[in-house]
């Protein structure tokens, strides 16, 4: 079947991008494999016609907003975001017209339409940056509360949250990460900025998947814990052989970010259903702050 996908790639002229949550076996069909900004930097500078993005619906939307001219596919459209659904473009329209005028700092996790409404996005791999490069000296960061709280622990900003999160990163706890730090005293502790500020207070370091496999790479360290969703682990391991990882928590599974298998990334490719395309009026606000995100990371 990777072969097929291969072959179909070419006919084409497609490439196909995988954040680092998806399965083993899409992650080594994939042309390259990310987290949200590499792969958000990747859509914006490919010269292939077509973006066929395993991950889930923002990404993809994401992809479309900043390469307007290519075929987006995305292989299973139920492949969603719960965190992206707990903030809409009125909601988000009645807090601001609650709050003094400030800048919207909105996560990636999130529809095209509430980018719209955003000054710039971020993502977890940069948020402290994006927040830092801003006027002013309160921001409201939507829709991730966690992210928020652990990016205004380090900046002196004031930081307005929105209550979204991510319903698998919110589910660990202290407790989890005692007990795993008990059975692997000398491990180093990765967490996802996405966990409650208790737990990322009790790591060595709080920094993106593929912040992770960076940290791993370059750590003179051999055992680590791992804080964020299970499917990292293979990532990891492939990064850095020799190398251990003990996942801190197996209730740490996105659903949603396994319903791609390969034969839905085939079919799309041989239909070319799928296709995610973002309205022209909503795209054009919306890249303005994608597109400032992505030339602050550059």
């Known amino acids: 079947m990777q072969n097929k996908i291969r072959s179909l790639l070419k006919k084409r002229r ?7 949550y998806q399965p083993p076996e899409i992650q080594d ?12 930097i990747k859509a914006s500078q490919t010269d292939a016609d077509v973006i066929v993005f395993c991950g889930v619906h923002f990404m993809a ?11 987006v596919l995305l292989p299973r ?4 975001c719960p965190m992206a659904d707990m903030v809409t473009p009125e909601a988000l329209k009645k807090k601001l017209a609650a709050l003094p005028p400030m800048p919207v700092v909105t996560y990636v996790n999130s529809t095209a339409e509430v980018k719209a409404l955003s000054t710039i996005c971020c ?10 490069s801003l006027d002013g000296d309160e921001v409201l960061m939507v829709p991730d509360r966690n992210l928020a709280l652990n990016t205004a622990a380090r900046s002196r900003k004031k930081i ?16 989890e990460v005692d007990a795993a730090k008990a059975r692997h005293p000398d491990a180093v502790f990765m967490a996802h900025p996405e966990c409650p500020p208790e737990v990322v207070a009790l790591a060595d370091v709080a920094v993106s998947t593929s912040g992770m496999i ?10 680590f814990i791992v804080g964020t969703e299970v499917g990292m682990r293979y990532p990891l391991e492939k990064a850095c052989p020799g190398k251990t990882f003990h996942m801190v928590s197996p209730r740490m599974h996105c659903d949603d970010m396994k319903k791609i298998s ?30 400032r995100m992505v030339d602050l990371s550059i």
Request: charged share 20%.
């Open 14 to 20: 497609a490439i196909l991008l995988a954040h680092n």
């Open 29 to 40: 069909v994939a042309d390259v494999c990310g987290d949200s900004l590499e792969l958000s």
């Open 160 to 175: 307005h949250t929105w209550e979204g999160y991510c319903p698998f990163h919110n589910l660990l706890t202290v407790e």
């Open 214 to 223: 960076r940290y791993a790479q370059k750590s003179a360290a051999t055992d």
């Open 61 to 71: 939307e994401t992809a479309s907003i900043l390469s307007p001219a290519k075929t």
């Open 77 to 80: 459209r139920d492949a969603g």
């Open 123 to 132: 993502t977890s791999a940069n948020a402290f940056e994006v927040v830092e």
């Open 262 to 291: 390969l034969t839905d990334i085939a079919q799309c490719l041989e239909t070319m259903v799928g296709e995610v395309k973002v309205p022209e009026d909503i795209r054009v606000p919306a890249l303005k702050a994608v597109q």
